[in-house]
């Protein structure tokens, strides 16, 4: 069956403009989870959602990242006035529940100029 | 708060040799554990998992790995290396208390030499 996917593949944006990235998880999965992955950090956790339950947003790392889950599906992460830190790629995964094991997209791979 | 260490960064190994790329977790009641792996370009693909029960776990391509409580331990192993396993491998522990969100390690970047 289909795996995550994610869009874009690719994003190329100037210090201080916003940008959206978007995660389909895989068709029946309840919990998704965003991850970062950049060369001084490694892979981070960032935010997850399960269900029609808050998100736990305790990876954020400030205030100009946001994420919604919309109809318990598709995932967008937000940044806003993005800075040259936040170069990196962004992972999503999605698990069957919060106690399986997490399948992850190929990434956005996000360039700030 | 959980934490998890590959001491190795690089591994060079040839082919068809053993490999057993080392990883120590730290965490306070029984862990979720896993590797996966990472091909240039791709994201991560899920090897084997352990959650309970059998402390020896058999995952893809042949990999398999231990689970040791008393040493922290969740080293993964495969007998015989192909070229295709050069890739960076990434050991995590999943926080069962927290929705399962994974903490990685490092990574180990194998390379593999004809």
């Known amino acids: 069956g289909a795996g995550v996917s994610q869009s874009p593949s690719n994003k190329v944006t100037e210090k201080g403009k916003d940008v959206e990235l978007r995660c389909d998880p895989i068709?029946?999965?309840?919990?998704l989870y965003w991850y970062r992955q950049s060369l001084g950090q490694g892979l981070e956790f960032l935010i997850y959602f399960q269900g029609n339950s808050a998100p736990d947003k305790s990876g954020l790392p400030s205030d100009r990242f946001s994420a919604e889950r919309t109809g318990g599906s598709v995932s967008t992460l937000t940044i806003q006035r993005t800075q040259q830190e936040d170069s990196a790629v962004y992972l999503c995964a999605s698990s069957l529940t919060y106690t399986g094991s997490q399948y992850f997209g190929p990434g956005t791979r996000l360039l700030v100029l | 708060a959980q934490s998890v260490t590959q001491p190795d960064i690089h591994i060079t190994v040839s082919e068809g040799a053993s490999l057993e790329l080392r990883c120590n977790y730290s965490?306070?009641?029984?862990?979720?554990l896993f590797w996966y792996v990472q091909s240039p370009g791709q994201g991560l693909q899920l090897l084997l998992k352990y959650f309970s029960g059998d402390t020896l776990v058999q995952g893809i391509k042949g990999f398999e790995a231990e689970f040791k409580r008393s040493q922290s331990s969740f080293n993964l192993r495969k007998p015989s290396v192909h070229w295709s396993d050069a890739a960076e491998y990434f050991c995590a522990v999943g926080d069962n208390n927290a929705g399962n969100m994974l903490t990685f390690g490092g990574g180990t970047r194998l390379m593999v030499k004809p």
């Open positions: 965490y306070g009641a029984t862990p979720y």
């Open positions: 068709s029946g999965h309840t919990a």
